[in-house]
């Protein structure tokens, strides 16, 4: 639902600008590191905890589900895959070029506490990620 206040939508515009900035930084400041390939992007994302379960949800758009992989690393959560280029990418004249392609992974701080089952799936485009609890 669409607000009519001018204050709200601004705000909302200025977070939506800020979170841009954010990704496109850490998209072009990465340092190269030999010739070994890299991750040249992260996948936003949102993390929502229960009381069972800690749910992560990264947007992922064209990035086929064969090519993700995901586990936990100590108190992180890592997510990483490919998202390829478009075949066209290869002979059409670029007017804008926004979505990243290639390699990626997100490393996610997770909660305190221990985790059991890991189980995901794909849906529109989103990775969902539930972690169970173990009390």
Known sequence: MASNDPRQWMWDEALDALARAERLHRQLFQAPV????????????DVLETDQEVVV????????????RVGIDGAALVLAGERPPPKELHTAVIHRLELPQGQFERRIPLP?????????RTECGCLIIRLRKVR
């Open 34 to 45: 030999g010739q070994a390939r890299r991750p040249r992007w992260e996948p936003p994302i």
């Open 57 to 68: 949800i990264a947007a992922l758009p064209g990035v086929p589900e064969e090519t993700l």
């Open 112 to 120: 305190p506490g221990r985790y059991g089952e890991v189980r995901h």
